[in-house]
């Protein structure tokens, strides 16, 4: 496998006994490689299914021997919430991104929701993309929204190049991102209808009350009435039922046949109930897929202890028998469930609504942008932000949690729901793949190149990102993630590289760490490097806007 190369330019080349390269048919190989990259195109120009040594190449040629390490392609998380502008005190594009580098990631696409304004029509999109500048550690592709009255902005948006859309049938949580009626949802299948694009759904619904529990069903927030207390996890669980999901999902169903050359996709699939529906419905000839999310692979609601409310998000972590369902339908030959993502949804601590026993205090001389490195020594103030902005920002949240009733403290219905994990993901589901087939034998969960497809492969294709993401290929994008599948480490709140160290996978210990991170060519994350770690020091990450067509 080769191409034409630069030969004016200095190459590199990385070799290992271990790399997932594609092959023909985006068949996947486990394989001895020696991987040519340009860091002047930022391509793939040449691999070799085998170690070649330092010998074989010109004596200025930099040649890196990873042994046994695993060399994969980038991980493309194609679900995060970056929040900027308008929430940067929750995430933003450089803490975000430079998360993303550290865990082996080298795109991510970013929600339209949670920053303000939402990417919902071109001009907001603009906005997006003006904030990006300079901040980027790693390529982010944009989504753009699906919300009532902007079916007439969805195509100027994909000719802007957002690489596709999701929409809520349930409240977002934010009012400027509202839920879509059936009617909106079915104008917006029309308008995308015969597009290459994505529509994707938050699949919650309310059902009809004949549908569902009964008399506990109600038109408000919370969606159904607690019946026990605020801070038990059982209580919140059975707020938001399989019955949720499913009925959102047959309803995408109903609707469609209106839009049959259209990409559909649901979101963080949390209920497995809702699979034999999209396994049916597949098996007809629509085109729907599904995602599912680390946390609801790694977690169990029996583990979640009351009041730790860093496990909350929408649709909920739900039971050990639930979780293992989702793993077996990893597994199955025909499976829905194509893609595996973040949703990497965080806010500030304060909002979590922590009992003090697990409130993470952010020390007073890291009220910058990048909160979670007051302890580095470095500077690290995001170019661009007001730090009046922040600390006005910072002082009236400080405000409103000090009046909040002290009772509200492990509230898992007032709490934000949302989990950070950009950049861990990798580590998490490779850790629990391996202790299932330790258990339950190799057939359990899915393997290093399985993880590779989830994780790298269809999620680039879910964003029309195939022809140069999440493959180790000649002419592809030499995003290259360095993976020690032998060093064994427990995540420390240190070690989170978003902005707020707020995240229920605190403790947990993971079997494979991330080494390095190589995006177009150039390395952008050593482990144990000085300044955490990140190489350079202006970021090398882009906005992709270019326009879809796959």
């Not at 190369?5 to 001895?32: C, G, K, M, Y």
């Not at 930099?62 to 995430?91: C, F, M, Q």
């Not at 999310?293 to 979640?304: K, N, P, Q, R, V």
């Not at 190589?518 to 190489?535: A, D, H, M, Q």
Request: charge should be negative; proline fraction near 7%; hydrophobic fraction near 40%.
């Amino acid at each position: 496998m080769t191409a034409s190369q630069d030969t004016t330019s200095p190459l590199v080349v990385l070799v290992s006994t271990r790399a997932v390269l594609t092959f023909e048919q985006d068949n996947l190989i486990l394989t001895p490689a020696t991987i040519t990259i340009s860091p002047a195109t930022g391509k793939i120009v040449n691999i070799v299914p085998a170690v070649l040594p330092k010998t074989s190449f010109p004596a200025s040629t930099e040649y890196i021997n990873y042994g046994s390490k695993l060399l994969l392609p980038g991980l493309v998380d194609a679900h995060v919430h970056l929040n900027e502008p308008g929430r940067t005190e929750w995430e933003g594009f450089w803490t975000g991104t430079r998360a993303a580098a550290s865990g082996g990631v080298t795109t991510v696409v970013d929600m339209p929701l949670n920053a303000i304004p939402p990417t919902t029509t071109v001009a907001g999109f603009k906005e997006k993309l003006a904030a990006s500048k300079g901040q980027c550690w790693v390529d982010v592709g944009f989504y753009g929204g699906v919300i009532p009255g902007n079916a007439d902005d969805l195509l100027p948006l994909v000719e802007a190049g957002v690489r596709g859309f999701k929409g809520f049938l349930i409240e977002s949580g934010v009012d400027e991102f509202p839920a879509v009626s059936s009617q909106d949802v079915a104008l917006a299948m029309e308008k995308l209808n015969g597009t290459p694009t994505t529509l994707m759904f938050h699949a919650e619904m309310i059902p009809p009350i004949s549908d569902s529990v009964g008399d506990a069903v109600q038109q408000s927030e919370p969606p159904l009435a607690p019946t026990g207390e605020l801070n038990s996890y059982k209580t919140f669980l059975e707020s938001r039922p399989p019955s949720f999901e499913t009925y959102a999902v047959e309803e995408i169903l109903s609707l469609a046949h209106l839009a049959p050359d259209l990409h559909l996709h649901i979101v963080h699939l949390s209920a497995t109930q809702a699979i034999p529906l999209l396994k049916e419905a597949r098996a007809k000839g629509i085109n729907i897929t599904a995602e599912t999310c680390f946390h609801y692979l790694g977690f169990a609601s029996e583990d979640i202890a009351d009041g730790d409310t860093r496990h909350k998000c929408c649709p909920p972590i739900r039971e050990r028998s639930n979780r293992d369902g989702l793993w077996e339908e990893l597994v199955a030959e025909d499976s829905c469930i194509k893609t595996i993502v973040s949703d990497h949804s965080p806010c500030t601590p304060q909002l979590k609504l922590l009992p003090s026993h697990l409130e993470t205090r952010t020390p007073p001389e890291s009220h910058s942008p990048n909160m979670h490195h007051s302890d580095s020594g470095i500077d690290m103030t995001i170019p661009g932000e007001s730090m009046d902005k922040i600390l006005v920002e910072k002082t009236l949240e400080d405000a409103a949690i000090a009046v909040a009733d002290a009772s509200s403290r492990g509230d898992f219905f007032a709490a934000w729901g949302g989990i950070s994990s950009v950049g861990l993901g990798l580590p998490i589901v490779y850790s629990e793949a391996v202790a299932r087939i330790a258990a339950e034998g190799e057939s359990a969960a899915p393997s290093i190149i399985d993880i590779v497809r989830f994780c790298s492969q269809a999620t680039a294709k879910q964003v029309g990102l195939s022809h140069r993401k999440g493959a180790l290929k000649v002419g592809m994008d030499a995003d290259i993630c360095v993976f020690d599948d032998a060093d064994a480490w427990t995540l420390r709140s240190g070690d989170m590289r978003w902005k707020n160290r707020c995240s229920p996978w605190e403790g947990h210990e993971f079997a494979g760490r991330v080494k390095e991170t190589w995006v177009r060519g150039r390395k952008v994350f050593e482990f144990g490097g000085k300044n955490l770690g990140f190489v350079g020091e202006s970021p090398v990450g882009e906005a992709i806007t270019e326009k879809r067509t796959a």
